[in-house]
Protein backbone atom coordinates (compact mmCIF):
# COMPACT_ATOMS: atom_id res chain seq x y z
CA UNK A 1 0.00 0.00 0.00
CA UNK A 2 1.40 3.40 -0.77
CA UNK A 3 1.59 6.28 1.64
CA UNK A 4 1.69 8.80 -0.48
CA UNK A 5 -1.42 10.86 -1.51
CA UNK A 6 -2.54 11.82 -5.05
CA UNK A 7 -2.40 15.48 -5.96
CA UNK A 8 -5.19 17.56 -6.04
CA UNK A 9 -7.70 17.02 -9.25
CA UNK A 10 -8.55 20.77 -9.73
CA UNK A 11 -11.92 19.98 -12.36
CA UNK A 12 -12.41 22.46 -15.36
CA UNK A 13 -14.43 24.96 -14.27
CA UNK A 14 -17.91 24.87 -15.59
CA UNK A 15 -18.89 28.63 -17.36
CA UNK A 16 -21.61 28.62 -14.73
CA UNK A 17 -19.45 28.21 -11.57
CA UNK A 18 -18.19 30.83 -9.77
CA UNK A 19 -14.93 29.49 -8.73
CA UNK A 20 -12.97 26.85 -9.41
CA UNK A 21 -13.99 23.59 -7.51
CA UNK A 22 -11.73 22.22 -4.92
CA UNK A 23 -11.67 18.79 -5.63
CA UNK A 24 -9.96 16.39 -2.82
CA UNK A 25 -9.52 12.28 -3.10
CA UNK A 26 -10.10 10.01 -0.56
CA UNK A 27 -6.61 7.93 -0.56
CA UNK A 28 -6.89 4.08 0.53
CA UNK A 29 -6.87 3.28 3.72
CA UNK A 30 -3.22 3.16 5.21
CA UNK A 31 -1.08 2.58 8.11
CA UNK A 32 -0.36 6.40 8.01
CA UNK A 33 -4.38 7.21 7.34
CA UNK A 34 -5.03 5.58 10.60
CA UNK A 35 -2.43 7.40 12.57
CA UNK A 36 -4.35 10.69 11.07
CA UNK A 37 -7.29 9.45 12.27
CA UNK A 38 -6.11 8.60 16.31
CA UNK A 39 -4.83 11.72 16.29
CA UNK A 40 -7.92 13.78 15.72
CA UNK A 41 -9.94 11.48 18.03
CA UNK A 42 -7.29 11.79 20.78
CA UNK A 43 -7.57 16.05 19.68
CA UNK A 44 -10.89 16.22 19.97
CA UNK A 45 -11.00 14.90 23.95
CA UNK A 46 -8.32 18.11 24.36
CA UNK A 47 -10.48 20.87 22.78
CA UNK A 48 -13.42 19.39 24.33
CA UNK A 49 -11.52 19.23 28.00
CA UNK A 50 -10.21 22.71 27.11
CA UNK A 51 -13.72 24.17 26.46
CA UNK A 52 -15.13 22.59 29.62
CA UNK A 53 -13.76 24.50 32.40
CA UNK A 54 -16.24 23.58 34.71
CA UNK A 55 -15.48 19.66 34.57
CA UNK A 56 -12.12 20.67 34.92
CA UNK A 57 -13.22 22.32 38.16
CA UNK A 58 -15.68 19.78 39.46
CA UNK A 59 -13.58 16.30 38.79
CA UNK A 60 -10.99 17.92 41.41
CA UNK A 61 -14.07 18.59 44.42
CA UNK A 62 -14.08 15.38 45.44
CA UNK A 63 -10.27 14.30 45.73
CA UNK A 64 -9.68 17.54 47.56
CA UNK A 65 -12.75 17.10 49.81
CA UNK A 66 -10.61 13.73 50.91
CA UNK A 67 -7.70 15.24 50.96
CA UNK A 68 -8.00 18.67 52.70
CA UNK A 69 -11.23 17.84 54.36
CA UNK A 70 -11.20 13.77 55.64
CA UNK A 71 -7.31 14.63 55.94
CA UNK A 72 -7.43 17.69 58.25
CA UNK A 73 -10.56 16.30 59.93
CA UNK A 74 -8.65 13.08 60.84
CA UNK A 75 -5.56 14.22 62.00
CA UNK A 76 -6.90 14.11 65.68
CA UNK A 77 -8.34 10.71 65.35
CA UNK A 78 -5.26 9.14 63.31
CA UNK A 79 -1.98 11.19 65.04
CA UNK A 80 -2.01 8.28 67.76
CA UNK A 81 -0.81 5.85 64.69
CA UNK A 82 0.96 7.67 61.90
CA UNK A 83 3.96 8.70 63.72
CA UNK A 84 4.27 12.06 63.22
CA UNK A 85 3.97 11.92 59.77
CA UNK A 86 0.53 14.29 58.75
CA UNK A 87 -2.76 12.17 57.72
CA UNK A 88 -2.68 14.03 54.69
CA UNK A 89 0.41 13.47 53.47
CA UNK A 90 -0.28 9.58 53.94
CA UNK A 91 -3.30 9.77 51.81
CA UNK A 92 -1.83 12.27 48.90
CA UNK A 93 -0.74 9.05 46.63
CA UNK A 94 -4.28 8.01 47.02
CA UNK A 95 -5.96 10.97 46.35
CA UNK A 96 -3.71 11.61 43.22
CA UNK A 97 -4.89 8.25 42.05
CA UNK A 98 -8.61 9.04 42.42
CA UNK A 99 -8.38 12.55 40.99
CA UNK A 100 -7.04 10.99 37.78
CA UNK A 101 -9.40 7.59 37.81
CA UNK A 102 -12.10 10.21 37.68
CA UNK A 103 -11.18 12.19 35.24
CA UNK A 104 -10.21 9.25 33.02
CA UNK A 105 -13.59 7.44 33.65
CA UNK A 106 -15.61 10.50 32.80
CA UNK A 107 -13.44 10.70 29.72
CA UNK A 108 -14.45 7.19 28.32
CA UNK A 109 -18.11 8.46 29.74
CA UNK A 110 -17.98 10.56 26.34
CA UNK A 111 -18.14 7.12 24.01
CA UNK A 112 -21.93 7.40 25.77
CA UNK A 113 -22.41 10.94 25.05
CA UNK A 114 -21.22 10.55 21.64
CA UNK A 115 -23.65 7.59 20.97
CA UNK A 116 -26.64 9.23 22.77
CA UNK A 117 -25.96 12.55 20.48
CA UNK A 118 -25.25 11.14 17.61
CA UNK A 119 -21.81 12.07 17.12
CA UNK A 120 -20.22 8.09 17.39
CA UNK A 121 -22.13 7.59 13.75
CA UNK A 122 -19.99 10.19 12.14
CA UNK A 123 -16.61 8.39 13.31
CA UNK A 124 -18.49 4.70 12.56
CA UNK A 125 -18.97 5.49 9.07
CA UNK A 126 -15.54 6.89 8.26
CA UNK A 127 -13.30 5.01 6.04
CA UNK A 128 -11.14 3.85 9.61
CA UNK A 129 -10.94 1.06 11.62
CA UNK A 130 -12.99 0.94 14.95
CA UNK A 131 -9.58 0.20 17.03
CA UNK A 132 -8.12 3.79 15.64
CA UNK A 133 -11.46 5.06 17.38
CA UNK A 134 -10.90 3.25 20.47
CA UNK A 135 -7.48 3.87 20.77
CA UNK A 136 -7.26 7.32 20.22
CA UNK A 137 -10.46 7.78 22.12
CA UNK A 138 -8.30 6.09 25.16
CA UNK A 139 -4.75 8.43 24.87
CA UNK A 140 -7.32 10.92 24.91
CA UNK A 141 -8.77 10.51 28.20
CA UNK A 142 -5.45 9.33 29.49
CA UNK A 143 -4.16 12.70 28.63
CA UNK A 144 -6.96 14.55 29.71
CA UNK A 145 -6.44 12.66 33.17
CA UNK A 146 -3.22 13.09 33.78
CA UNK A 147 -3.29 16.67 32.85
CA UNK A 148 -5.49 16.32 36.10
CA UNK A 149 -2.94 14.54 37.59
CA UNK A 150 -0.86 17.39 37.31
CA UNK A 151 -2.71 19.49 38.85
CA UNK A 152 -2.77 17.54 42.35
CA UNK A 153 1.16 17.05 41.80
CA UNK A 154 1.28 20.59 41.31
CA UNK A 155 -0.72 20.99 45.08
CA UNK A 156 1.96 18.80 46.73
CA UNK A 157 3.46 21.33 48.52
CA UNK A 158 0.24 21.75 50.57
CA UNK A 159 0.55 18.23 52.06
CA UNK A 160 4.47 18.82 52.99
CA UNK A 161 5.75 16.18 49.95
CA UNK A 162 8.54 18.13 49.08
CA UNK A 163 8.69 19.19 45.01
CA UNK A 164 11.69 17.04 44.26
CA UNK A 165 12.24 16.43 40.68
CA UNK A 166 12.53 12.43 40.97
CA UNK A 167 9.53 12.86 43.08
CA UNK A 168 7.54 14.74 40.42
CA UNK A 169 8.75 12.24 37.90
CA UNK A 170 8.18 9.16 39.67
CA UNK A 171 4.46 9.74 40.31
CA UNK A 172 4.22 11.61 37.23
CA UNK A 173 4.88 8.61 34.97
CA UNK A 174 2.52 6.30 37.25
CA UNK A 175 -0.04 8.73 37.13
CA UNK A 176 0.19 8.55 33.11
CA UNK A 177 0.12 4.59 33.15
CA UNK A 178 -3.06 4.55 35.55
CA UNK A 179 -4.91 7.05 33.55
CA UNK A 180 -4.74 5.12 30.47
CA UNK A 181 -5.44 2.06 32.03
CA UNK A 182 -8.26 3.66 33.93
CA UNK A 183 -9.85 4.92 30.66
CA UNK A 184 -9.54 1.58 28.88
CA UNK A 185 -11.49 0.03 31.56
CA UNK A 186 -14.42 3.00 31.27
CA UNK A 187 -14.61 2.64 27.28
CA UNK A 188 -14.19 -1.41 27.60
CA UNK A 189 -17.61 -0.65 29.62
CA UNK A 190 -18.62 2.46 27.62
CA UNK A 191 -19.08 0.43 24.88
CA UNK A 192 -21.48 -1.75 25.53
CA UNK A 193 -23.95 1.02 27.78
CA UNK A 194 -26.44 2.42 25.46
CA UNK A 195 -27.66 5.38 28.12
CA UNK A 196 -25.40 8.07 30.45
CA UNK A 197 -27.69 7.48 33.58
CA UNK A 198 -26.66 3.58 33.44
CA UNK A 199 -22.49 4.32 32.66
CA UNK A 200 -23.05 6.68 36.13
CA UNK A 201 -24.69 3.88 37.63
CA UNK A 202 -21.96 1.29 36.82
CA UNK A 203 -18.96 3.73 37.30
CA UNK A 204 -20.62 4.50 40.97
CA UNK A 205 -20.48 0.97 41.82
CA UNK A 206 -17.07 0.39 40.38
CA UNK A 207 -14.85 3.18 40.94
CA UNK A 208 -15.79 4.22 44.78
CA UNK A 209 -15.22 0.49 45.83
CA UNK A 210 -12.03 0.41 43.67
CA UNK A 211 -11.05 3.36 45.42
CA UNK A 212 -11.58 2.18 49.06
CA UNK A 213 -10.14 -1.07 49.21
CA UNK A 214 -7.21 0.24 47.07
CA UNK A 215 -5.38 1.36 50.65
CA UNK A 216 -5.52 4.70 49.80
CA UNK A 217 -6.84 5.44 52.95
CA UNK A 218 -4.87 3.19 54.71
CA UNK A 219 -1.93 0.90 55.00
CA UNK A 220 -1.93 -2.57 53.74
CA UNK A 221 -0.17 -4.41 56.39
CA UNK A 222 -2.36 -6.08 59.10
CA UNK A 223 -5.56 -5.89 57.75
CA UNK A 224 -8.60 -8.17 58.31
CA UNK A 225 -7.85 -11.57 56.06
CA UNK A 226 -10.92 -11.22 53.82
CA UNK A 227 -10.75 -6.85 53.17
CA UNK A 228 -6.14 -8.15 52.76
CA UNK A 229 -8.02 -10.63 50.03
CA UNK A 230 -10.12 -8.12 48.29
CA UNK A 231 -7.38 -5.57 48.70
CA UNK A 232 -4.16 -7.58 46.61
CA UNK A 233 -7.05 -8.08 43.99
CA UNK A 234 -7.75 -4.95 43.25
CA UNK A 235 -6.03 -3.42 40.31
CA UNK A 236 -5.92 0.42 42.08
CA UNK A 237 -3.94 -1.39 44.81
CA UNK A 238 -1.23 -1.70 42.31
CA UNK A 239 -0.80 1.70 41.39
CA UNK A 240 -1.53 3.23 44.91
CA UNK A 241 1.14 1.49 46.67
CA UNK A 242 4.26 2.37 44.36
CA UNK A 243 3.02 5.89 44.42
CA UNK A 244 3.71 6.05 48.41
CA UNK A 245 6.45 4.28 47.96
CA UNK A 246 8.08 7.00 45.80
CA UNK A 247 7.13 9.51 47.82
CA UNK A 248 7.94 7.84 51.33
CA UNK A 249 11.25 7.86 49.70
CA UNK A 250 11.78 11.02 49.90
CA UNK A 251 9.94 12.32 53.42
CA UNK A 252 12.27 12.31 56.30
CA UNK A 253 10.76 10.24 58.59
CA UNK A 254 11.67 7.38 61.22
CA UNK A 255 11.82 3.74 59.93
CA UNK A 256 9.06 2.94 62.48
CA UNK A 257 6.64 5.31 60.87
CA UNK A 258 7.84 4.21 57.55
CA UNK A 259 7.28 0.51 58.56
CA UNK A 260 3.88 1.25 59.84
CA UNK A 261 2.53 3.19 56.67
CA UNK A 262 4.58 2.15 53.74
CA UNK A 263 4.56 -1.42 54.96
CA UNK A 264 4.37 -2.25 50.76
CA UNK A 265 2.13 -4.58 48.62
CA UNK A 266 3.16 -8.11 49.75
CA UNK A 267 1.97 -11.29 47.84
CA UNK A 268 1.95 -14.35 51.06
CA UNK A 269 5.30 -13.03 52.80
CA UNK A 270 7.41 -11.72 49.01
CA UNK A 271 7.13 -7.95 48.76
CA UNK A 272 5.72 -6.98 45.40
CA UNK A 273 8.30 -4.26 43.54
CA UNK A 274 7.84 -1.64 41.96
CA UNK A 275 8.46 -2.53 38.75
CA UNK A 276 5.98 -5.41 38.73
CA UNK A 277 3.46 -3.21 39.99
CA UNK A 278 3.96 -0.92 37.60
CA UNK A 279 4.20 -3.69 34.47
CA UNK A 280 1.03 -5.07 35.41
CA UNK A 281 -1.32 -1.72 35.40
CA UNK A 282 0.24 -1.42 32.00
CA UNK A 283 -0.43 -5.10 31.06
CA UNK A 284 -3.93 -4.30 32.60
CA UNK A 285 -4.51 -1.55 30.67
CA UNK A 286 -3.57 -3.43 26.97
CA UNK A 287 -5.88 -6.09 28.19
CA UNK A 288 -8.68 -3.68 28.45
CA UNK A 289 -8.12 -1.72 25.42
CA UNK A 290 -8.07 -5.10 23.89
CA UNK A 291 -11.13 -6.23 24.96
CA UNK A 292 -12.88 -2.76 24.56
CA UNK A 293 -11.52 -2.35 20.74
CA UNK A 294 -13.20 -6.16 20.35
CA UNK A 295 -16.53 -4.93 21.55
CA UNK A 296 -16.46 -2.03 19.67
CA UNK A 297 -15.79 -4.07 16.33
CA UNK A 298 -18.43 -6.44 16.87
CA UNK A 299 -21.15 -3.50 17.74
CA UNK A 300 -23.16 -2.21 14.83
CA UNK B 1 -16.49 13.21 -13.51
CA UNK B 2 -18.65 9.73 -13.53
CA UNK B 3 -18.03 6.58 -12.10
CA UNK B 4 -16.05 4.82 -14.34
CA UNK B 5 -14.53 0.97 -13.58
CA UNK B 6 -10.92 0.29 -14.08
CA UNK B 7 -11.68 -1.08 -17.89
CA UNK B 8 -13.32 2.89 -18.58
CA UNK B 9 -17.20 2.03 -18.47
CA UNK B 10 -19.49 4.32 -16.84
CA UNK B 11 -21.37 1.89 -13.97
CA UNK B 12 -24.47 3.41 -12.40
CA UNK B 13 -23.97 5.70 -9.00
CA UNK B 14 -26.14 2.92 -6.99
CA UNK B 15 -27.56 -0.43 -8.06
CA UNK B 16 -29.60 -2.43 -6.26
CA UNK B 17 -30.42 -5.81 -6.84
CA UNK B 18 -33.50 -7.65 -4.69
CA UNK B 19 -32.28 -6.08 -1.32
CA UNK B 20 -34.01 -7.78 1.82
CA UNK B 21 -33.36 -6.63 5.00
CA UNK B 22 -35.44 -8.05 8.30
CA UNK B 23 -35.10 -7.49 11.62
CA UNK B 24 -36.61 -10.54 13.24
CA UNK B 25 -39.66 -11.07 12.14
CA UNK B 26 -40.03 -7.82 10.57
CA UNK B 27 -39.33 -7.40 6.73
CA UNK B 28 -38.19 -3.97 6.78
CA UNK B 29 -37.51 -3.86 3.19
CA UNK B 30 -39.02 -6.62 0.84
CA UNK B 31 -36.43 -6.98 -2.27
CA UNK B 32 -36.01 -3.46 -3.85
CA UNK B 33 -34.44 -3.20 -7.14
CA UNK B 34 -33.28 -0.03 -8.96
CA UNK B 35 -30.45 2.08 -10.39
CA UNK B 36 -29.35 5.38 -10.16
CA UNK B 37 -27.55 7.38 -12.85
CA UNK B 38 -24.26 9.37 -12.04
CA UNK B 39 -25.79 12.87 -11.54
CA UNK B 40 -29.02 12.48 -10.92
CA UNK B 41 -30.86 13.66 -7.79
CA UNK B 42 -32.98 10.70 -6.79
CA UNK B 43 -35.91 10.67 -4.53
CA UNK B 44 -37.24 7.84 -2.36
CA UNK B 45 -40.75 8.70 -1.05
CA UNK B 46 -42.95 7.24 1.48
CA UNK B 47 -44.61 7.33 4.71
CA UNK B 48 -42.30 7.23 7.93
CA UNK B 49 -41.81 3.08 8.47
CA UNK B 50 -42.00 2.18 5.01
CA UNK B 51 -37.79 1.22 4.85
CA UNK B 52 -36.53 4.13 3.35
CA UNK B 53 -33.87 4.74 6.38
CA UNK B 54 -32.86 0.89 6.30
CA UNK B 55 -32.90 0.79 2.49
CA UNK B 56 -30.27 3.93 3.09
CA UNK B 57 -28.42 2.15 5.73
CA UNK B 58 -27.98 -0.92 3.54
CA UNK B 59 -26.60 1.48 0.81
CA UNK B 60 -24.45 3.22 3.33
CA UNK B 61 -22.89 0.33 4.50
CA UNK B 62 -24.37 0.77 8.25
CA UNK B 63 -26.56 -2.64 8.06
CA UNK B 64 -26.03 -5.77 6.46
CA UNK B 65 -28.16 -6.72 4.11
CA UNK B 66 -30.50 -10.23 4.93
CA UNK B 67 -30.09 -10.85 1.09
CA UNK B 68 -29.62 -9.36 -2.34
CA UNK B 69 -27.12 -7.40 -3.35
CA UNK B 70 -26.51 -3.55 -3.73
CA UNK B 71 -22.94 -1.59 -5.16
CA UNK B 72 -22.36 2.21 -4.65
CA UNK B 73 -20.26 3.93 -6.82
CA UNK B 74 -19.29 0.49 -8.11
CA UNK B 75 -18.49 -0.90 -5.18
CA UNK B 76 -20.56 -3.69 -3.07
CA UNK B 77 -21.83 -2.90 0.30
CA UNK B 78 -20.84 -5.89 1.97
CA UNK B 79 -17.55 -6.74 0.74
CA UNK B 80 -15.98 -3.29 -0.16
CA UNK B 81 -16.90 -1.67 2.24
CA UNK B 82 -14.18 0.06 2.50
CA UNK B 83 -14.11 1.70 -1.02
CA UNK B 84 -17.93 2.76 -0.60
CA UNK B 85 -17.45 4.64 2.42
CA UNK B 86 -14.19 6.47 0.97
CA UNK B 87 -16.76 7.69 -1.95
CA UNK B 88 -19.82 8.46 -0.03
CA UNK B 89 -21.00 11.44 1.89
CA UNK B 90 -23.92 10.42 4.63
CA UNK B 91 -26.39 13.25 6.00
CA UNK B 92 -28.13 11.73 8.92
CA UNK B 93 -32.00 11.89 10.08
CA UNK B 94 -30.70 13.02 13.43
CA UNK B 95 -27.54 15.29 13.82
CA UNK B 96 -24.14 14.21 14.30
CA UNK B 97 -22.57 17.42 14.98
CA UNK B 98 -20.26 17.95 18.12
CA UNK B 99 -21.82 20.27 19.39
CA UNK B 100 -18.93 21.41 21.86
CA UNK B 101 -16.78 22.15 19.00
CA UNK B 102 -16.88 24.95 16.44
CA UNK B 103 -18.60 24.31 13.14
CA UNK B 104 -15.00 24.66 11.80
CA UNK B 105 -13.13 21.92 13.63
CA UNK B 106 -16.09 19.48 13.36
CA UNK B 107 -15.04 19.65 9.64
CA UNK B 108 -11.24 19.51 10.19
CA UNK B 109 -12.33 16.43 12.41
CA UNK B 110 -14.17 15.13 9.37
CA UNK B 111 -11.92 15.72 6.39
CA UNK B 112 -8.92 14.45 9.14
CA UNK B 113 -10.97 11.06 9.57
CA UNK B 114 -11.32 10.50 5.66
CA UNK B 115 -7.80 11.32 5.24
CA UNK B 116 -8.05 14.37 2.87
CA UNK B 117 -4.83 15.69 1.86
CA UNK B 118 -3.71 18.66 4.77
CA UNK B 119 -2.79 21.05 2.06
CA UNK B 120 -6.73 20.90 0.52
CA UNK B 121 -8.90 20.63 3.83
CA UNK B 122 -8.48 24.55 4.28
CA UNK B 123 -9.51 25.75 0.60
CA UNK B 124 -11.99 23.01 0.67
CA UNK B 125 -13.90 23.61 3.76
CA UNK B 126 -14.04 27.42 2.41
CA UNK B 127 -15.67 25.82 -0.37
CA UNK B 128 -18.11 23.96 1.18
CA UNK B 129 -19.47 26.44 4.05
CA UNK B 130 -19.53 29.16 1.63
CA UNK B 131 -21.71 27.35 -0.61
CA UNK B 132 -23.94 26.80 2.97
CA UNK B 133 -23.50 30.49 3.65
CA UNK B 134 -21.94 29.57 7.19
CA UNK B 135 -18.27 30.65 6.30
CA UNK B 136 -18.57 33.17 8.37
CA UNK B 137 -19.73 31.37 11.18
CA UNK B 138 -16.72 28.81 11.34
CA UNK B 139 -15.68 29.75 14.58
CA UNK B 140 -18.81 29.63 16.43
CA UNK B 141 -19.22 26.76 18.54
CA UNK B 142 -22.19 24.54 17.10
CA UNK B 143 -24.22 24.14 19.92
CA UNK B 144 -25.40 27.72 19.06
CA UNK B 145 -26.26 27.29 16.24
CA UNK B 146 -30.06 27.04 14.91
CA UNK B 147 -31.65 23.43 13.51
CA UNK B 148 -31.36 25.06 9.77
CA UNK B 149 -27.99 26.41 10.20
CA UNK B 150 -26.74 22.69 11.91
CA UNK B 151 -28.62 21.14 8.82
CA UNK B 152 -26.40 23.09 6.17
CA UNK B 153 -23.34 22.45 8.00
CA UNK B 154 -24.20 18.69 8.08
CA UNK B 155 -24.57 18.89 4.48
CA UNK B 156 -21.12 20.72 4.26
CA UNK B 157 -19.23 18.14 5.96
CA UNK B 158 -20.65 15.02 3.84
CA UNK B 159 -19.60 16.76 0.73
CA UNK B 160 -16.14 17.71 2.66
CA UNK B 161 -13.98 14.70 0.80
CA UNK B 162 -15.33 15.32 -2.25
CA UNK B 163 -17.91 12.33 -2.18
CA UNK B 164 -18.96 10.90 -5.69
CA UNK B 165 -22.50 9.80 -4.15
CA UNK B 166 -24.19 12.19 -0.96
CA UNK B 167 -26.64 10.54 0.69
CA UNK B 168 -29.26 12.71 2.24
CA UNK B 169 -32.07 10.93 4.97
CA UNK B 170 -34.90 13.65 5.69
CA UNK B 171 -32.51 16.55 4.91
CA UNK B 172 -35.46 18.61 6.18
CA UNK B 173 -36.99 16.82 8.46
CA UNK B 174 -38.39 19.28 11.61
CA UNK B 175 -37.37 22.32 9.43
CA UNK B 176 -39.58 25.77 9.07
CA UNK B 177 -40.61 26.16 5.17
CA UNK B 178 -38.18 29.04 4.29
CA UNK B 179 -35.18 26.76 5.12
CA UNK B 180 -36.00 23.86 3.62
CA UNK B 181 -36.19 26.00 0.77
CA UNK B 182 -33.35 27.24 0.91
CA UNK B 183 -31.38 23.54 1.82
CA UNK B 184 -33.18 22.64 -1.46
CA UNK B 185 -31.36 25.39 -3.40
CA UNK B 186 -28.41 24.55 -1.94
CA UNK B 187 -28.93 20.73 -2.91
CA UNK B 188 -29.61 21.82 -6.43
CA UNK B 189 -26.96 24.13 -6.48
CA UNK B 190 -24.32 21.33 -5.41
CA UNK B 191 -25.67 18.74 -7.82
CA UNK B 192 -24.68 21.14 -11.01
CA UNK B 193 -21.53 22.21 -9.49
CA UNK B 194 -19.76 18.97 -8.28
CA UNK B 195 -21.67 16.41 -10.68
CA UNK B 196 -22.20 14.40 -7.78
CA UNK B 197 -25.17 11.99 -7.20
CA UNK B 198 -27.75 12.16 -4.42
CA UNK B 199 -30.20 9.57 -3.03
CA UNK B 200 -32.33 11.10 -0.71
CA UNK B 201 -35.44 10.37 1.82
CA UNK B 202 -38.19 12.68 2.25
CA UNK B 203 -41.69 12.34 3.26
CA UNK B 204 -42.80 15.90 2.20
CA UNK B 205 -44.42 15.11 -0.96
CA UNK B 206 -43.65 19.01 -2.32
CA UNK B 207 -40.08 18.08 -2.02
CA UNK B 208 -40.06 14.81 -3.68
CA UNK B 209 -40.67 17.74 -6.81
CA UNK B 210 -37.23 18.66 -6.67
CA UNK B 211 -35.67 15.20 -7.20
CA UNK B 212 -35.25 13.64 -11.68
CA UNK B 213 -36.65 10.04 -10.33
CA UNK B 214 -38.79 9.11 -7.26
CA UNK B 215 -39.18 6.11 -5.93
CA UNK B 216 -42.45 5.65 -4.19
CA UNK B 217 -41.85 3.01 -1.36
CA UNK B 218 -44.59 1.36 1.01
CA UNK B 219 -44.55 -1.22 3.09
CA UNK B 220 -40.78 -2.09 2.17
CA UNK B 221 -41.34 -2.57 -1.43
CA UNK B 222 -41.08 0.14 -4.29
CA UNK B 223 -44.92 0.78 -6.08
CA UNK B 224 -43.57 3.01 -8.35
CA UNK B 225 -40.49 4.51 -10.03
CA UNK B 226 -40.39 7.06 -12.61
CA UNK B 227 -39.63 11.17 -13.03
CA UNK B 228 -42.31 13.43 -10.70
CA UNK B 229 -44.02 14.75 -14.18
CA UNK B 230 -44.46 11.07 -15.67
CA UNK B 231 -45.68 9.96 -12.32
CA UNK B 232 -47.79 12.87 -12.41
CA UNK B 233 -48.80 12.22 -15.80
CA UNK B 234 -49.79 8.37 -14.98
CA UNK B 235 -52.37 9.86 -12.97
CA UNK B 236 -53.69 11.74 -15.62
CA UNK B 237 -56.48 14.20 -14.91
CA UNK B 238 -56.00 17.70 -14.41
CA UNK B 239 -58.72 19.10 -11.90
CA UNK B 240 -60.69 21.99 -12.58
CA UNK B 241 -63.01 23.82 -10.37
CA UNK B 242 -65.46 26.77 -11.48
CA UNK B 243 -67.83 28.64 -9.34
CA UNK B 244 -71.34 29.44 -11.10
CA UNK B 245 -74.27 31.36 -9.93
CA UNK B 246 -76.24 28.00 -10.46
CA UNK B 247 -73.66 24.94 -9.52
CA UNK B 248 -76.53 21.95 -10.51
CA UNK B 249 -77.19 23.95 -13.93
CA UNK B 250 -73.69 23.71 -14.59
CA UNK B 251 -73.38 20.26 -13.89
CA UNK B 252 -76.01 19.54 -15.85
CA UNK B 253 -74.61 21.79 -18.61
CA UNK B 254 -71.04 19.40 -18.16
CA UNK B 255 -72.78 16.33 -18.46
CA UNK B 256 -74.74 17.87 -21.57
CA UNK B 257 -72.13 19.31 -23.53
CA UNK B 258 -69.14 17.43 -22.77
CA UNK B 259 -70.00 14.66 -21.33
CA UNK B 260 -68.39 15.12 -17.81
CA UNK B 261 -69.64 13.69 -14.76
CA UNK B 262 -69.26 16.69 -12.50
CA UNK B 263 -69.57 17.11 -8.26
CA UNK B 264 -69.85 19.45 -5.55
CA UNK B 265 -66.61 20.21 -3.86
CA UNK B 266 -66.94 22.63 -0.74
CA UNK B 267 -68.98 25.21 -3.20
CA UNK B 268 -68.19 24.76 -6.31
CA UNK B 269 -68.02 22.39 -9.33
CA UNK B 270 -65.31 20.31 -9.62
CA UNK B 271 -64.21 17.51 -12.57
CA UNK B 272 -61.23 15.97 -13.82
CA UNK B 273 -60.20 16.26 -17.75
CA UNK B 274 -56.86 14.99 -18.89
CA UNK B 275 -55.61 18.45 -19.96
CA UNK B 276 -57.26 21.26 -18.00
CA UNK B 277 -55.55 24.20 -19.61
CA UNK B 278 -56.59 23.47 -22.78
CA UNK B 279 -60.10 22.72 -21.52
CA UNK B 280 -60.65 26.22 -20.20
CA UNK B 281 -60.93 28.05 -23.53
CA UNK B 282 -63.66 25.37 -24.96
CA UNK B 283 -65.06 25.41 -20.96
CA UNK B 284 -65.86 29.34 -21.90
CA UNK B 285 -67.27 29.28 -25.34
CA UNK B 286 -69.37 26.21 -25.02
CA UNK B 287 -70.84 26.31 -21.39
CA UNK B 288 -73.34 28.44 -22.49
CA UNK B 289 -73.72 30.25 -19.10
CA UNK B 290 -72.24 32.81 -17.21
CA UNK B 291 -68.50 31.52 -15.26
CA UNK B 292 -67.98 33.56 -11.89
CA UNK B 293 -63.95 31.83 -11.57
CA UNK B 294 -62.41 29.23 -13.08
CA UNK B 295 -59.27 27.29 -11.64
CA UNK B 296 -56.57 24.38 -13.11
CA UNK B 297 -54.55 22.23 -10.66
CA UNK B 298 -52.25 19.67 -11.69
CA UNK B 299 -52.22 16.42 -10.19
CA UNK B 300 -50.10 16.24 -7.02
CA UNK B 301 -47.36 14.10 -5.79
CA UNK B 302 -50.46 13.19 -2.87
CA UNK B 303 -52.78 12.04 -5.99
CA UNK B 304 -49.83 9.65 -7.34
CA UNK B 305 -48.95 8.18 -3.52
CA UNK B 306 -52.83 7.44 -3.35
CA UNK B 307 -53.64 5.79 -7.01
CA UNK B 308 -50.47 3.25 -6.17
CA UNK B 309 -50.98 2.67 -2.82
CA UNK B 310 -54.89 3.50 -1.91
CA UNK B 311 -54.18 5.66 0.85
CA UNK B 312 -52.39 9.74 1.28
CA UNK B 313 -49.48 9.63 2.92
CA UNK B 314 -50.57 11.54 6.26
CA UNK B 315 -53.09 8.77 6.83
CA UNK B 316 -50.35 6.34 6.04
CA UNK B 317 -48.28 7.78 8.70
CA UNK B 318 -51.37 8.31 11.02
CA UNK B 319 -52.48 4.76 10.70
CA UNK B 320 -48.97 3.63 12.02
CA UNK B 321 -48.95 5.85 14.28
CA UNK B 322 -52.41 4.44 16.12
CA UNK B 323 -51.18 1.38 15.14
CA UNK B 324 -47.78 2.28 17.43
CA UNK B 325 -50.31 3.84 20.33
CA UNK B 326 -52.42 0.51 20.44
CA UNK B 327 -49.49 -1.60 20.69
CA UNK B 328 -48.06 1.23 23.69
CA UNK B 329 -51.32 0.77 25.33
CA UNK B 330 -51.69 -2.67 25.17
CA UNK B 331 -47.88 -3.07 26.55
CA UNK B 332 -48.86 -0.52 29.53
CA UNK B 333 -52.04 -2.52 30.47
CA UNK B 334 -50.47 -5.33 30.18
CA UNK B 335 -47.96 -4.39 32.54
CA UNK B 336 -49.91 -3.56 34.99
CA UNK B 337 -51.97 -6.34 35.41
Keep these: ?300 | MSATTSDGATVPAIAVHDLVKSFGEVRAVRGVQFEVAPGEVFGFLGPNGAGKTTTINMLCTLVTPTSGEARVAGHDVVRERDDVRRNIGLVFQDPTLDGYMTAAQNLQLHAELYGVQSDLVRPRMRQVMEMVGLWDRKDSIVGTFSGGMRRRLEIARGLMHSPRVLFLDEPTIGLDPQTRRSIWTYIRELQEREEITIFMTTHYMDEAEWCDRIAIMDQGQIVALDPPETLKAEVGRDRVTIHTDDNEAAIAALEQRFGIEARIAEGAVAFGVPSGEEFVPRLFAELGMPIRSVSVSRPTLDDVFMSHTGTTIRDAEEDQSKHRNRVMMQMMTGGRR
Design chain 1, 1 to 300: MSTTTRPAQVADTAPSAPAEIVRVRVPQRTFRSELRAIKIVWRRELIRFRSDRIRIATSLVQPLLFLFVLGSGLQGLASAGTHGVELKTFIYPGILCIAVMFTAMFSAASIVWDREFGFLREMMVAPIRRSSIVIGKCLGGATVASFQGVIVICLAGFVHVPYDPLLILGIFGLQMLLAFAITAFGVMIAVRIKQMQSFMGVMQMVVMPMFFISGALFPVAGLPGWLAVLNRLDPLTYAVDPMRRIVFNHLSISPAARQALDPGVSWWGWRVPTLLEAGMIVLLGLAMLSIAIWEFSTTE
